[in-house]
């Protein structure tokens, strides 16, 4: 069947009208009862959500606002992960679902419509009811176990409350409200370097985007009397590696086009100060041929002519030290401090694109851009979703630190691998004394990384079996401040969302607490059920990750570094690469279990430049040959089709002829499709 786009937009919203003819059955009865009830429609609790059902629970998904999708669809389309070997399962999928729309087998990099649009899929397609605008104000709790929530309509406060119950409940908001309210232990802000052994926690005064030496603090420079320019702190420096309660520094992920026929202007917001930006202005006085990228912000490009802005720099989009209340502040606190954020980042791109002080190279460019007609059209064209990147952290079970992170500490309960840096933005800023003359500087910002990816324990999902024994929390969980960092990427708590769903529905069946579920079994699930629906695991041979399964047949072969991280299960993955002047060949060996279709793909890194290869795929139901053409995309999968394959070896060989240049093998991917019921 062809789809116009009137056909698929009519059969979007059936699906829609079919998803909120569930939330209006479950809105209108005063208590629902349901298996597992997601608190939180952050990429975390959909995927939580979309598997709990999928593993045949009656599932509730609550948000306490009208958006969906979290921070993937609030504005982070350009995917923060460090690895993408650690990236697994529904999250996985979500990815390649992503790369679907822009025609290509995966992509991480994507439009925030784009996101929405594959998460509303999921909740249809799994027929997930979903209430919006209900947050949580008080539990009913026996002994260890959360019986209900009771929720309060966000927009109406004052009317009737609803009451939720559950076997078993999953936190995937980012503030961890629900974890709090069951009286569960959490921290806010940073630990001491003492309490965990570490190195990288506590207060850091660090160079990572910092002021350079001698940019003055005060109003009318050189004065102490005239006070503190605006965002100055006037408390003292504590100690290197002491704790306290400071937050890293939130900010939007900001999207925004220079397409002129999808812009609209960016004006002077209302409530705009320019003297908040003094220090900013004393910095291009320093610094006036910086360019604006990777200077004073990451201006990174998405699809179809959009941004992706994040903070980078001394001064950016960051309004660091202004959040400090948020992750214990009521309803109406929150909402100030999200709406003091949205003004000084609105206030920030009309500053670069018009004031006089602003290089005129970088306001040319800025005044180009705008916000997208086609994005938060029911939020002023403006993110709704405020970059909290971290608020609470649960002591659970296990506390994650920088001894996991590092390799000194291996889990044996693994749920889901990370990869990124341990990142913390920074958390003040203050006056600083240095050779006697007094400056400002930013505190807080660490940027550690060089390390492998690393497991995330199943039990820092858990709370303390004291505590709680029916709440998993995978947004929230238990690390300490300098291990979070490295762990907050959207698509690990993708990961962690679907591990806590598969935990609770095997603490339902088996009549037990999250803390005694079978985590052998959990594991199991995950490896061998991946997508949740019965669909095979992919099989993925790469020279890094099972070496074994990759044999040189003919020519001479030589390790080379990647430049960045690919396939690979180590930090910087190595490809084969041939000599080049003679014929070569090598060998991807698989053992298929299922017999279907599967597509077959090559990963080639666009840091080595490799000729048109041939391919030639040996199975159970015989041989079949083709070309393998080579992309200039970067870092991409080349398909080589769908093949009917049976069960036993399968072997993949690849190979040029004599002078046609070096054949690289990174890896080989056998993704299965289209199982067949009865094998599925």
């Known amino acids: ?332 606190t929150r909402a100030r401090i999200a709406a003091e954020h949205k003004l000084y980042n609105q206030s920030l791109l009309y500053f670069l694109g018009h004031d006089a002080r602003v290089p005129a190279h970088i306001r040319r460019y800025v005044v180009e851009w705008g916000f997208p007609k086609d994005e938060y059209r029911e939020h002023g064209h403006w993110s709704p979703q405020l970059y909290i990147r971290e608020a609470r952290r649960m002591i659970g079970e296990y506390i994650m630190t920088e001894h996991n992170c590092l390799g000194r500490e291996v889990v044996p309960d693994v749920v889901g691998m990370a990869a990124y840096t341990m990142d913390s933005h920074n958390c003040q800023r203050l006056v600083i004394e240095k050779n006697g003359k007094k400056m400002v500087k930013n505190e807080g910002d660490v940027q550690i990384g060089g390390f492998p990816p690393y497991p995330i324990a199943y039990r820092s999902l858990t709370p303390k079996r004291s505590e709680c024994t029916n709440l998993l929390v995978p947004v929230c969980l238990s690390a300490s401040h300098i291990a979070y960092g490295s762990i907050r990427m959207e698509p690990v708590f993708m990961v962690l969302g679907q591990a806590a769903a598969v935990a609770a529905v095997l603490a339902i069946e088996q009549q037990n607490s999250v803390q005694a579920v079978d985590v052998a079994q959990l594991q199991k699930i995950l490896r061998q059920n991946p997508l949740a629906d019965g669909t095979p695991a992919d099989l993925l041979i790469d020279n890094d990750i099972n070496p074994d399964q990759v044999r040189p047949v003919a020519g001479d072969w030589t390790k080379q570094r990647g430049t960045i991280a690919q396939m690979g299960g180590t930090y910087a993955a190595t490809t084969l690469v041939s000599e080049g002047t003679t014929a070569a060949a090598i060998e991807f060996r698989t053992q298929v279990s299922h017999k279907g279709n599967y597509r077959l793909y090559l990963y080639y890194p666009a840091s080595i430049k490799a000729p048109d290869a041939q391919y030639v795929l040996t199975h159970a139901g015989g041989r079949q040959s083709g070309k393998v053409k080579r992309t200039d995309r970067q870092d991409d999968w080349i398909g080589l089709g769908t093949f009917v394959l049976s069960p036993g070896t399968t072997t993949l060989e690849i190979r040029t002829d004599a002078g046609c240049g070096p054949l690289l093998a990174d890896a080989a991917l056998f993704v299965p499709v289209q199982m067949r019921a009865a094998e599925r």
């Open 1 to 332: 069947m062809v789809f116009t786009n009137k056909l698929r937009r009519r059969w979007w919203l059936c699906g829609m009208l079919a998803s909120q003819l569930f939330a209006v059955r479950v809105l209108s009865q005063p208590v629902t009862e349901v298996d597992v009830c997601v608190y939180g429609a952050t990429s975390s609790g959909i995927t939580a959500a979309y598997t709990a059902k999928r593993l045949g629970k009656r599932v509730l998904l609550v948000e306490p606002s009208r958006h969906l999708g979290g921070l993937s669809s609030g504005g982070l389309g350009y995917t923060d992960i460090g690895n993408k070997y650690v990236v697994t399962g529904l999250a996985r999928n979500f990815y390649r679902r992503v790369g679907q729309h822009y025609g290509k087998f995966e992509q991480w990099i994507f439009e925030p419509h784009v996101a929405r649009q594959i998460f509303e899929a999921y909740l249809r397609e799994a027929r997930v009811p979903i209430l919006f605008s209900l947050r949580i104000v008080g539990t009913q709790k026996h002994s260890t176990r959360v019986e209900a929530i009771t929720l309060e309509d966000a927009l109406r406060p004052s009317a009737p409350k609803r009451i939720v119950k559950a076997k078993v409940f999953i936190d995937c908001t980012y503030e961890g409200d629900l974890m709090a309210q069951a009286g569960v232990s959490y921290i806010v802000g940073r630990e001491a370097n003492l309490q965990y052994g570490e190195t990288f926690n506590g207060v850091q005064l660090q160079e990572h985007h910092q002021f350079p030496d001698g940019v003055d603090p005060y109003r009318v420079p050189g004065d102490p009397q005239s006070g503190l320019l605006w965002g100055v702190k006037s408390e003292a420096l504590s100690p290197s590696g002491s704790g306290d309660k400071k937050v890293q520094a939130y900010n939007f992920r900001i999207c925004l086009t220079d397409d002129p026929v999808n812009r609209i202007q960016v004006t002077r917001p209302e409530g705009y100060d320019s003297t908040r930006f003094e220090l900013l202005a004393r910095l291009f006085a320093t610094q006036p041929d910086k360019p604006l990228n990777y200077h004073f912000l990451k201006w990174d490009l998405l699809p179809n002519r959009k941004t992706d802005i994040n903070n980078y720099g001394p001064f950016s989009t960051d309004l660091i030290g202004m959040n400090h209340d948020y992750p214990e502040a009521d309803y109406a």
